[in-house]
């Protein structure tokens, strides 16, 4: 209603705030309700509660102070609750600091999360120091976007900031250095809980970056990117929950097979069209046409022969099993003994499925 009153529906979800939120809220009560224990689910929750509370306070500030002259009652507490970006940052860095387990990865990480917790604190205290003098010198300005104006450029708070934001930044190379040496030499489970951050991370770094950088991306681009930046907390809560934790290995091997057909298919049908158009001098409707159709036949050739390439180096443990299982109907074409069959079936699903229990039933 905010944001209606004050115009700002254009754009409102730049850099996709909004479904960063509303995944953080989603996950984060998903996960408080199964472990109730465990502190990402609250730490989720709390990004999401003070991304929502900036939003209200930057769409009434911006009512208030640009278009009433702050005429509107709680105009200084909206500038307050407007400054609640800096404890959704904090929070946000938080929960990288202590993924999965909830809390700091060894001893010595235990003195940087409290460090970080800190400085992080400070820092928040910085930014609603700022809308407290703001208001008790009536001086508040806020720009187009409702945010403060006023005393970000006092020399305490950039210096303030430009700690932060240092330290923050040291804090998460370093703890970036060592999950990659940790997932190196981790195994099972782990390993799979540090590929779904390592994954959601990329994804959403992507995503944002293509939000901020493409201004001008087409609609169905832009709708994938914002909803892409909600892939971290969403890695984050199945990591933390261990569900579908396996999936993982299928679902890096699957897009990193489409990304890679995509590609190759749009340079062969761009340059399908180009010889058909300016070598072969066809008209452009029967340079399109047979581009197409040639591309649609060549998809699931295409399809087939880079799956098994990426799944061999990314999805090891279907390719293995596939293999298995090929080597297994082999072998079955000359083999006439039940008992060699039963064996040999058995050994094959142990293989390639690794259940924790096998029987075999024949049925007389």
């Given at each position: 209603?905010?944001?209606?009153?004050?115009?700002?529906?254009?754009?409102?979800?730049?850099?996709?705030?909004?479904?960063?939120?509303?995944?953080?809220?989603?996950?984060?009560?998903?996960?408080?309700?199964?472990?109730?224990?465990?502190p990402m689910g609250w730490i989720l929750i709390g990004?999401?509660?003070?991304?929502?509370?900036?939003?209200?306070?930057?769409?009434?500030?911006?009512?208030?102070?640009?278009?009433?002259?702050?005429?509107?009652?709680?105009?200084?507490?909206?500038?307050?609750?407007?400054?609640?970006?800096?404890?959704?940052?904090?929070?946000?860095?938080?929960?990288?600091?202590?993924?999965?387990?909830?809390?700091?990865?060894?001893?010595?990480?235990?003195?940087?999360?409290?460090?970080?917790?800190?400085?992080?604190?400070?820092?928040?205290?910085?930014?609603?120091?700022?809308a407290v003098l703001a208001a008790a010198q009536h001086?508040?300005?806020?720009?187009?976007?409702?945010?403060?104006?006023?005393?970000?450029?006092?020399?305490?708070?950039n210096a303030l900031s430009e700690v932060f934001f240092?330290?923050?930044?040291?804090?998460?190379?370093?703890?970036?250095?060592?999950?990659?040496?940790?997932?190196?030499?981790?195994?099972?489970?782990?390993?799979?809980?540090?590929?779904?951050?390592?994954?959601?991370?990329?994804?959403?770094?992507?995503?944002?970056?293509?939000?901020?950088?493409?201004?001008?991306?087409?609609?169905?681009?832009?709708?994938?990117?914002?909803?892409?930046?909600?892939?971290?907390?969403?890695?984050?809560?199945?990591?933390?929950?261990?569900?579908?934790?396996?999936?993982?290995?299928?679902?890096?091997?699957?897009?990193?097979?489409?990304?890679?057909?995509?590609?190759?298919?749009?340079?062969?049908?761009?340059?399908?069209?180009?010889?058909?158009?300016?070598?072969?001098?066809?008209?452009?409707?029967?340079?399109?046409?047979?581009?197409?159709?040639?591309?649609?036949?060549?998809?699931?050739?295409?399809?087939?022969?880079?799956?098994?390439?990426?799944?061999?180096?990314?999805?090891?443990?279907?390719?293995?099993?596939?293999?298995?299982?090929?080597?297994?109907?082999?072998?079955?074409?000359?083999?006439?003994?039940?008992?060699?069959?039963?064996?040999?079936?058995?050994?094959?699903?142990?293989?390639?499925?690794?259940?924790?229990?096998?029987?075999?039933?024949?049925?007389?």
């Amino acid at each position: 209603m905010v944001a209606a009153a004050n115009h700002q529906l254009t754009n409102v979800d730049s850099g996709g705030v909004i479904q960063i939120a509303a995944a953080c809220a989603l996950v984060g009560l998903i996960v408080a309700w199964h472990r109730p224990g465990h502190p990402m689910g609250w730490i989720l929750i709390g990004i999401a509660d003070f991304f929502v509370l900036d939003g209200i306070g930057t769409g009434y500030a911006t009512l208030d102070y640009r278009h009433h002259q702050g005429t509107l009652p709680l105009g200084p507490v909206a500038v307050w609750a407007a400054q609640s970006w800096a404890p959704a940052i904090v929070l946000f860095g938080l929960a990288f600091l202590v993924y999965p387990d909830g809390a700091a990865l060894t001893s010595r990480w235990r003195w940087v999360v409290r460090a970080y917790v800190v400085l992080g604190c400070a820092w928040i205290a910085g930014a609603w120091t700022l809308a407290v003098l703001a208001a008790a010198q009536h001086n508040i300005q806020v720009d187009a976007a409702g945010s403060l104006t006023t005393g970000q450029n006092d020399l305490w708070w950039n210096a303030l900031s430009e700690v932060f934001f240092l330290s923050t930044g040291v804090a998460w190379l370093a703890w970036l250095g060592y999950q990659i040496a940790a997932w190196r030499r981790s195994s099972g489970e782990r390993r799979q809980q540090l590929k779904w951050l390592i994954g959601g991370a990329a994804v959403c770094a992507v995503s944002g970056i293509a939000l901020v950088a493409w201004a001008t991306m087409p609609v169905a681009l832009g709708v994938i990117a914002t909803f892409g930046v909600a892939a971290l907390p969403v890695s984050l809560g199945i990591g933390i929950l261990k569900f579908r934790l396996y999936d993982i290995d299928r679902i890096i091997s699957r897009t990193l097979a489409y990304a890679i057909v995509t590609g190759l298919l749009i340079g062969l049908y761009a340059g399908l069209v180009l010889l058909a158009t300016d070598v072969l001098s066809l008209s452009s409707p029967v340079a399109v046409a047979a581009a197409t159709l040639i591309v649609a036949a060549l998809f699931n050739v295409l399809r087939r022969r880079v799956q098994r390439m990426v799944d061999r180096r990314f999805n090891r443990a279907r390719y293995d099993a596939e293999a298995t299982v090929a080597l297994f109907a082999a072998r079955l074409k000359d083999t006439v003994d039940p008992d060699s069959v039963t064996g040999d079936l058995a050994a094959v699903v142990q293989r390639a499925l690794q259940p924790a229990s096998l029987s075999v039933w024949l049925r007389d």
